[in-house]
């Protein structure tokens, strides 16, 4: 099973490029969200998804934003990027009926922003 | 408004003994709680969760946590570490009932296994 599948892993940017994290999952996952991990800070929410086209904001949502048109796809778009967007990013999925509250993650991509 | 403390940003042990990582939460509600590990370069896996049925709860890998009210805290234990258990270990909190919709994340706890 593939689960939760993010690229790229690794990404080096210059202030102001744009660029986008793909995700995607083969669980049939209707709920589908973006997190940062920054040392110290635990992983924060950025935005979320309850399915295919809607989505709605986290604790962390500017700078970045998010469109789902298929259940298993959730990209995350940094239009403009800041060296304060350099973290670790994580995708995460869950089922919305029959829902456990158990997240299943991906690999998380590494960007840095110089 | 819910948050969770760990509170040991490292934790030590050798092969063998025992592990405490702790975790206390603040919550307005009836908590749930979660633990999750990270190894190096990998996403997370849950561990365990707590979602108020039996206050000592079973997870994965030998680990076992146990939700005390009175102390506001989940501490995870496991009898005897194994190297392979070095990882990083977030606490997770989430107050709004079966919907799990605002999880909180702890700062994460690094356990390092030496030989």
């Known amino acids: 099973n593939a689960g939760v599948t993010q690229t790229p892993k690794f990404q080096v940017l210059k202030t102001g490029q744009s660029m986008t994290l793909q995700c995607a999952q083969d669980m049939n996952h209707e709920y589908m969200s973006w997190y940062r991990q920054d040392p110290g800070m635990g992983l924060r929410l950025i935005h979320y998804?309850?399915?295919?086209?809607?989505?709605d904001q986290g604790e962390v949502p500017n700078g970045y934003n998010v469109s789902r048109s298929t259940t298993e796809d959730f990209p995350l778009r940094l239009l403009s990027a800041a060296p304060s967007q350099t973290s670790v990013y994580f995708c995460?999925?869950?089922?919305?009926?029959?829902?456990?509250?158990?997240?299943?993650f991906g690999e998380g991509s590494r960007l840095t922003v110089l | 408004a819910q948050s969770v403390t760990q509170l040991d940003s490292h934790v030590s042990v050798s092969e063998g003994t025992p592990v405490l990582l702790r975790c206390n939460y603040s919550s307005s509600y009836s908590p749930s709680l979660f633990w999750y590990v990270q190894h190096p370069n990998k996403g997370l896996q849950l561990l365990l969760k707590?979602?108020?049925?039996?206050?000592l709860v079973k997870g994965i890998n030998g680990f076992e946590a146990e939700f005390k009210k009175s102390e506001t805290s989940f501490h995870l234990t496991k009898p005897s570490a194994h190297m392979s258990d070095a990882a990083e270990y977030f606490c997770v909190v989430s107050d709004d009932g079966t919907g799990f919709q605002k999880l909180v994340f702890g700062t994460g706890t690094r356990l390092l296994v030496s030989p």
């Open positions: 707590y979602t108020s049925a039996a206050t």
């Open positions: 998804s309850v399915g295919a086209g809607i989505t």
């Open positions: 995460a999925s869950r089922r919305v009926d029959g829902n456990t509250g158990e997240l299943f």
